[in-house]
């Protein structure tokens, strides 16, 4: 049987569908006309057409973090990749699975400073976890096939590949489909067993245990397996805010999301716990505050993680234990069990009885004696929404009132950018979500300032019916920098007003959307009731005070210990 | 601070040597001495990367340069346990028959050829650890150093490390 040549952009095609790609975000070229007409044919693979390339990696981001495998996009040449840049780059810091695909100028032309071009291969060098420059389309089979295993594979991340306009447009005549992979890439994923029984050891004789869960456990889908460890042990879990849904928050041993902005009965567990099991964290500054000694002073460090290069990256600990998340608790558990070990010290059970009821009664009441509009806002939102909602952020303070406020039940529906602190992500990150699962609620959980940054992608929404709810917290501040000139600028709010415009009711109504402004917390269950009922995307403008503040918090320069703005907060 | 070698095993494709730097540029790592080269396998390639820095910041660097998908190996080499070679050219003035004779004296205590004589300079080539490079070198400037060039260290471990070997 003669085969028939294929076009570079036809073998780009027939790999993504191989791949399972089902949908894509993305915005067409000059230099990717090829491949967009492949698509015009093609009834598999879903192309969105997004309003700016940025939100077109955003949304592959939301796409690949609520369904736990990679998401697509793709850009033209010159601006189009250069656009992608930040949404890349907020992926790959979150170890979110993100393939890339951008057009490039014809091979022949590169260097020359082309109409649009740019050097995406090299400006995307330090932001992804790979990427391609393909100069022969016989290349193409082995090039997508492995952008999308190293994608998905180890520590996720982005690859790109860049795509010269000749490579897509030539036929060749190739074998598609190939196995081959890089000699030098194998991910490590199974734990070393003495490493195993190290920390069961360390786990089973400590009296004041504590687990602290990242972003690794969901993105190992290793949360059924974290939450068996925790009943065994009795050790309660903290989590970093990538980790938020590793456990559900209304857990009698959660403790909420501990850090810069978490809650303090989370800080105050770390400081006290004489074993600390961390998975799948990276110990970032916004986790341990900038005193290192001061983090978990008293506990034997352990620490899980995928990526060998995390180990005594930013803290020293005592036991490494490199390998999946899923695969090492499952063995520490079964090292555990097999060991029937005495439980924890009664007094650190009690410990932590007091710790969680104290969380519950900060958070949960909405009508605590000094809380903002901002806390009641969300805690409403946290009541009312159920636990299937699939919620976004901005980058903030509407972000850490999340973080801090929202119950979080399920994995993989609290969607934040928590590496890059890319404002305008939340937005078209619901848009990835809600795509992925169309069948959820997603909510983005907004700021204004965040939101103007790609309000513009109301567009899509509307264009391609994905029914997504935005509430924004409109304090006509950028409210996070605000606070800080607040609290350490004596009140200096420089380049922080926003003034009053738009008026985002209207704005949403411009393009087609439902709008509908909250004066008042009381008024919100209402509004997003009649924002779900629109059956349209929607935008819900909630004023809230323009000096409300996330309290409590670490300063900056300062340790886990020394949180301020803690008088609401029950003593314990 | 301390001289680390470094040796690398990367698949032959372009870009490599710019992610691999890439790495130490991200880190704020002075590279002082590079060399690629093939090796003994067709379609890698061998670096040799020589850095000032920490035995921490060592480590960290290692280990993300293991990350890399296009290295293959990466070994830091310990220098009692390496064969550490780096190659000099260099053009050394000669006012007289004197100072050529006494050039030339002490190019042959230290091993280094002669690779070419003009009558007011000498080009004189020597392989030889870098430190030993480092003494003649100040030895030569006495009378003169035109030109000096260094191709940066090469190093080969004595144990298995570092090659395909097992």
């Known amino acids: 049987m003669t085969r028939e040549k294929l076009k570079g952009a036809e073998i780009v095609v027939e790999e993504l569908k191989n791949e399972g790609v089902e949908v894509a975000f993305g915005i067409p070229g000059g230099v990717l006309l090829d491949l967009y007409d492949v698509l015009y044919k093609d009834d598999v693979i879903r192309h969105i057409l997004m309003r700016h390339e940025q939100c077109a990696a955003h949304a592959a981001d939301g796409y690949a973090r609520v369904l736990g495998r990679p998401g697509v996009c793709i850009a033209t040449s010159g601006p189009g990749a250069t656009n992608l840049v930040t949404g890349l780059a907020n992926a790959n810091m979150d170890s979110s699975p993100v393939v890339a695909l951008t057009g490039q100028v014809p091979t022949a032309a590169i260097g020359s400073n082309a109409f649009q071009e740019a050097s995406t291969f090299t400006i995307t060098m330090p932001i992804t976890k790979h990427n391609f420059l393909v100069t022969r389309t016989e290349d193409l089979p082995k090039v997508i096939h492995n952008a999308f295993y190293i994608a998905n594979t180890g520590r996720k991340g982005v690859v790109l590949v860049d795509l010269p306009k000749d490579v897509l447009a030539t036929r060749v005549d190739v074998n598609l489909h190939p196995k081959e992979t890089f000699t030098g890439y194998k991910p490590k994923i199974k734990p070393n067993p003495v490493q195993i029984k190290k920390t069961a050891e360390v786990l089973a004789n400590a009296e004041r245990p504590l687990i602290l869960a990242g972003g690794g456990v969901i993105s190992a889908n290793a949360t059924e397996e974290l939450r068996h460890l925790a009943e065994f042990l009795g050790a309660p879990v903290v989590t970093t805010l990538m980790g938020k849904g590793a456990i559900p928050e209304n857990h009698p041993f959660s403790l909420g999301m501990a850090g810069m902005h978490g809650r303090i009965y989370a800080n105050r567990a770390i400081s006290e716990c004489d074993a600390l099991l961390s998975v799948g964290t990276r110990f970032s500054d916004r986790l341990t505050g900038w005193q290192l000694d001061q983090f978990a002073p008293e506990a034997t460090l352990i620490h899980v993680d995928i990526d060998a290069a995390e180990i005594n990256k930013n803290l020293q600990v005592d036991i490494p234990l490199v390998g999946d998340a899923k695969l090492a608790l499952e063995e520490i558990l079964k090292w555990l069990e097999k060991k029937r070990t005495t439980s924890p010290g009664s007094v650190w059970v009690q410990r932590i009885r007091e710790m969680h009821s104290a969380c519950e009664e900060c958070i949960g009441d909405v009508r605590r004696e000094g809380a903002s509009i901002s806390d009641m806002l969300i805690k409403e939102i946290s009541k009312v929404l159920d636990d299937d909602v699939i919620v976004t952020t901005e980058v903030g303070q509407c972000q850490m009132f999340a973080a801090h406020y929202y119950i979080t039940k399920k994995p993989r529906t609290f969607i934040s950018s928590g590496g890059l602190g890319t404002m305008g992500f939340g937005f078209p990150a619901a848009i990835g979500a809600k795509v992925a699962a169309p069948d959820k609620r997603v909510v983005d959980l907004a700021g204004d300032g965040s939101f103007l940054m790609t309000c513009h992608d109301l567009a899509t929404c509307v264009e391609n019916d994905i029914p997504v709810v935005v509430c924004i917290f409109h304090n006509c501040y950028l409210g996070m920098v605000r606070q800080w000139q607040e609290l350490f600028f004596e009140k200096r709010y420089s380049n922080t007003g926003l003034g009053t415009i738009p008026d985002f009711v209207r704005l949403a109504e411009a393009f087609g959307a439902y709008g509908e402004r909250v004066e008042k917390p009381e008024e919100l269950k209402d509004a997003l009731q009649n924002a779900f009922e629109s059956g349209k995307p929607a935008v819900l403008d909630m004023i809230v005070g323009q000096e409300d503040k996330v309290l409590p918090m670490i300063p900056p320069g300062g340790s886990i210990v020394g949180m301020i703005g803690t008088e609401r907060c029950k003593p314990i | ?166």
């Open chain 2, 1 to 166: 601070m301390q001289t680390h070698i470094i040796s690398l095993l990367v698949e032959d494709h372009p870009g490599v040597l710019t992610r691999m730097s890439g790495m130490f540029t991200m880190r704020g790592i002075n590279i002082t001495s590079l060399t690629v080269s093939p090796c003994e396998k067709e379609g890698l390639s061998r670096m040799t990367v020589a850095i000032d820095g920490s035995e921490s910041e060592l480590e960290k660097v290692r280990k993300q340069l293991s990350n890399l998908i296009e290295v293959v190996k990466v070994v830091d080499l310990k220098e009692e346990k390496a064969v550490i070679r780096d190659l000099c050219l260099m053009k050394v003035h000669v006012k007289d028959s004197n100072a050529r004779s006494e050039v030339m004296q002490l190019a042959e205590a230290y091993g280094a050829k002669i690779a070419n004589a003009t009558l007011d300079s000498v080009i004189i080539e020597l392989t030889e650890e870098p430190r030993t490079i480092d003494r003649f070198v100040d030895l030569m400037k006495h009378f003169g150093i035109k030109q000096l060039f260094r191709t940066g260290v090469t190093a080969i471990g004595m144990d298995t490390g570092g090659g395909l070997e097992r």
